[in-house]
């Protein structure tokens, strides 16, 4: 039947003057349309409500209202709505598809989304937890789509509060958090290795390390062949030592002036490539390029002979002391810096030793902000290491003009000396390339870890090592001229 009502139009089932049952009414402004079912004159059941711009409702009515379970599209957006429904609005348990690819999968209350979901956005991330007036609001995890994971509480859908998030790389961190970043107590440890226990600021630590300093003088001295011993803290813009971080991965390096010779000479033994990364800028006011350090390894029976010695000759620049000092070369023996062949008697059979390549210092980790580099000597220099040259005639110079008074004055004692013994004596020879040269020394010790700890790389920190020849003692001196004498 089809009855005129006011300016709308109804065909459909009708009871007692109301439409009931099955039918199709056009709304007076031709918007809108219903086509279902009614019951005393009201929408009530299942039925379709359509806009003219695409836009629909289809599920279940009760009394005139959309009421129940149903499909709601919205042209203008193209999202979807799934779920339950109360008095027209989304309200319960349903899911919503956006237009963008956004989904929602979860509790509803009048129309915004409230209670425990899912949101899944359009570029794969997943948030499962509690929200409120659309909002990631309390207890909740986030699956990052680059494989971090958030596990914590939120706040207006930023991180708030506590929480442990793993990332993709491996770091972790638990601990508190305020406007999406970390900020009060928390504790990191990244995939460096680097741990960082203490208070956080806007997703910085508070007591975070700006620099490296090296304990002690800046200008040290050494004699040459001993070992030697470095301490380095990290340190704050205040000059504090930063406790809370450790595992900081720092390599030591040493290097001289890198001096530029003439175009005719190679001024390197190493091939442009590699002189450009073995090349490094110093506070000194010139370029240095990198001679080889070693870790420091006596023989089992003279590490105990030696270790004394060697640990008197380490002065530092200010506090030089003018006594000479005693040192028995025959004890520095350097097992990765010989050029002599050991070996052993094995009955009438000589059974020589493998020679070992010098071993570098192994990179160390800070521990609550310090670390040391323990026993590490200068290393002989590789074969045609030209950049020594400069080094060599600065030191003949300097032990020149140190030395010409007491050449003048031995030198008689020395002629005399050689008729009565038959025998020329060898003087030491500055340039031997069985021993490290005399001279000045950089030591540098360089943030290489890796990846930076939270994209920062300290910047390094240098001392100037002097290193002496050795002192012949006095005793010694005084023995070599009574034999003299007697013969």
């Known amino acids: 039947m089809e009855v005129q009502q006011g300016s709308g139009r109804y065909v459909g089932d009708v009871k007692r003057q109301l439409r009931d049952g099955f039918g199709l009414y056009v709304y007076p402004n031709s918007f809108y349309q219903y086509e279902g079912e009614w019951k005393n004159g009201k929408k009530h059941g299942i039925g379709k409500f359509l806009m003219k711009d695409g836009s629909y409702y289809e599920g279940e009515f009760a009394n005139g209202e959309i009421e129940g379970n149903g499909i709601r599209y919205w042209a203008s957006s193209g999202n979807e709505y799934c779920g339950q429904f109360s008095q027209g609005e989304l309200h319960g348990f349903g899911v919503m598809k956006y237009f963008d690819g956004t989904r929602y999968e979860g509790e509803f209350h009048y129309g915004v989304r409230t209670g425990h979901g899912a949101l899944i956005d359009k570029e794969g991330q997943v948030y499962r937890g509690s929200f409120h007036n659309n909002k990631k609001q309390g207890e909740g995890e986030m699956y990052y789509k680059y494989g971090s994971y958030y596990q914590g509480d939120w706040v207006l859908d930023q991180r708030q509060g506590h929480g442990i998030m793993q990332y993709a790389d491996g770091t972790l961190y638990e601990?508190?958090?305020?406007?999406?970043?970390?900020?009060?107590?928390?504790?990191?440890?990244?995939?460096?290795?680097?741990?960082y226990d203490g208070i956080w600021i806007n997703g910085r630590p508070a007591a975070e390390a700006s620099k490296l300093v090296i304990l002690g003088e800046e200008i040290r001295e050494v004699v040459e062949g001993c070992p030697f011993s470095v301490e380095v803290q990290l340190q704050n813009n205040k000059g504090e030592l930063v406790k809370a971080e450790s595992g900081r991965v720092l390599q030591i390096l040493a290097g001289i002036k890198h001096v530029k010779l003439s175009p005719n000479v190679s001024d390197t033994f190493l091939e442009q490539e590699d002189l450009e990364e073995s090349l490094f800028e110093t506070p000194l006011g010139y370029t240095a390029i990198n001679y080889p350090l070693m870790a420091y390894v006596p023989e089992p029976d003279k590490a105990v002979n030696n270790a004394?010695?060697?640990?008197?000759?380490?002065?530092?620049?200010?506090s030089l002391s003018t006594k000479d000092t005693s040192v028995n070369e025959t004890k520095l023996d350097f097992l990765p810096i010989t050029g002599n062949i050991h070996g052993s008697l094995q009955g009438s059979q000589f059974t020589p030793a493998v020679e070992k390549e010098p071993s570098a210092p192994p990179n160390q980790r800070t521990e609550n902000g310090y670390a040391v580099f323990c026993n590490i000597a200068l290393a002989l220099p590789p074969d045609n290491y030209q950049p020594l040259d400069e080094l060599e005639k600065k030191t003949s110079k300097r032990l020149s003009s140190r030395t010409v008074s007491q050449e003048k004055i031995s030198e008689s004692r020395s002629e005399v000396s050689i008729k009565l013994s038959g025998k020329s004596k060898k003087k030491q020879n500055v340039t031997d390339p069985q021993i490290v040269r005399p001279g000045d020394y950089v030591i540098m010790v360089k943030d290489v870890t890796t990846p930076p700890f939270l994209d920062r790389t300290l910047p390094p920190a240098f001392i100037l090592l002097k290193v002496k020849p050795h002192k012949a003692s006095k005793k010694s001196s005084r023995k070599e001229h009574q034999k003299v004498s007697n013969k």
């Open 175 to 195: 601990g508190q958090w305020r406007n999406d970043l970390y900020n009060g107590q928390g504790s990191m440890i990244h995939c460096s290795g680097v741990i």
């Open 308 to 318: 004394e010695p060697c640990r008197s000759e380490v002065t530092t620049g200010r």
